[in-house]
């Protein structure tokens, strides 16, 4: 569904991606590893469109997507679930959720109010904040508006870019549920970006690592999960986090 | 006597506060979406009304075809403006767009005195009602037509950005540019309509205020740079506040320029504005923190 080949992007003179290739199926939950500026971000940023990649292709559905327009890659059916959220703070939760719907263009009243209900099935504290200003929402309610806005788009893709940064263990674990259930039930494609290695290997079927740009290991999640060399490095020795 | 006075003075206070409010709100607008303050916004309030003028005297047209006219007309120019003074500067920091909007008001105000002269001109009023007596009160009709117009089209505003998908929309790309576009957002098309939305604003303000003052080539100005007070006076950045601070500037305004001095009226306005600056720079509504993040 999507394949990135060679691709190389630039900050200024910096170069944060160096030559990375890598594949998601239709239906697979992908999840990219890697510590802090590995290059992870500006994979999503690229992917986005928020970021010009300098070489390299991007190719979603069979059509190379390198280099087209932020708003033309969403309308192509890939939504972003941004790095720090990045909810709109002035607009109420529903409105923030409406937002999503803007890659789908004009929609029926009906579809949309189905598409809410929906959302607030699987985030019952949205309903109840509906008319609430964004920004007086918690880190882990934010978390969870970025995701059902996401989902609003009803996208074929799915970026997940850090989704437990900075949230309490217990909403990690949730979610984490919601990743699982939002790709099974949907059978959505997600690529999930994630630092925490143990519980992102427990949601994909395969991942792949970044180090200071580049792809350094791909697998299987289990080949993965028993790697020593994972676990030296990401998975925080024998012990059990998050 | 002394409350009659007062009341008079009050109406005339509420209307210019409206003038101001409109000019403000144009301001705001434009930077809250695009991160600039645009130096022109006086000049937007001045060419209607020399359009107005001449359009009533010279063509002849009726009142009612002239204030929608010179409203389409004014939309085309806020379109034409943010295609030459902003877009080619997006991508740039705020100060070439500032120095680019400073260029486009010195070619109104002379555009504007090459095509219509260089004399003072009068901009009929809409109503032949010389004045208004209400209990003992004398009103210029004008003031009301100012007041309600001005009080319709804010709620009509409110409407818009709360109500509907596109003032959502806009909301929203003023709010976090990255994350509408990720929505799918034609950011660059959000951004030239609210150029056009703040120029229609500044064109109502200028068929409004035509008919009380001469329309010269130079009434923008102060009334642009009173609109920036009231703004900076009700918290930078706040459309709430860039209509209380621009009310409360044109009602004390008027009052002490009765009380104290009406020479010094113009400055009363910035020494109001210095004031707040110093002791509350944050604005009578400081923009929330957590708002910008």
Redesign the interface.
Known sequence: MLRIESLSTFYGAVQALKGVSLEVRQGAVVSLLGSNGAGKSTLIRSI???VAPRAGSIVFKSENITGK???SI??RGI??V?EGR??????NVE?NL???T??RGKLPQSEVAENLKEIYRIFPILQEFKKKPG??LSGGQQQMLAIG?GLM?RPQLLLLDEPSLGLAPVLVQEVFRVIRSINEQSGTTILLVEQNARMALSVASRAYVLATGQVVMENSAEKLLADKEMHRHYLGGGKKEG | MDMTINVQLLFSGLAMGSIYALIALGIVIIYRAADVVNFAQGELVMLPAFIAVFLLDTMGLPAVAVYPLVIICMGLVGFIFEKVAYYPLRNRSFLPVIISTIGVSIFLKNGAQYVFGALPQVMPRPTDVEVLVLGGVIIDPQYIIIIVSTSLLLVAQHFFFERTMLGKMMQATAQDKDAARLMGIPIARMIAITFIFSTILASVAGLLVGPLFYVTKEMGGMAGLKGFCGAIIGGFGSVTGAILGSVFLGVIEVYLAFYVSSAYRDAFAFIIMILVLLFRPQGILGERIAQKA
């Open positions: 986005t469109g928020l327009s932020t708003e969403s309308r939504a972003c941004p990045h909810i709109f703070p002035g607009l409105d409406l937002m999503g803007v890659s920004w007086q806005r788009a």
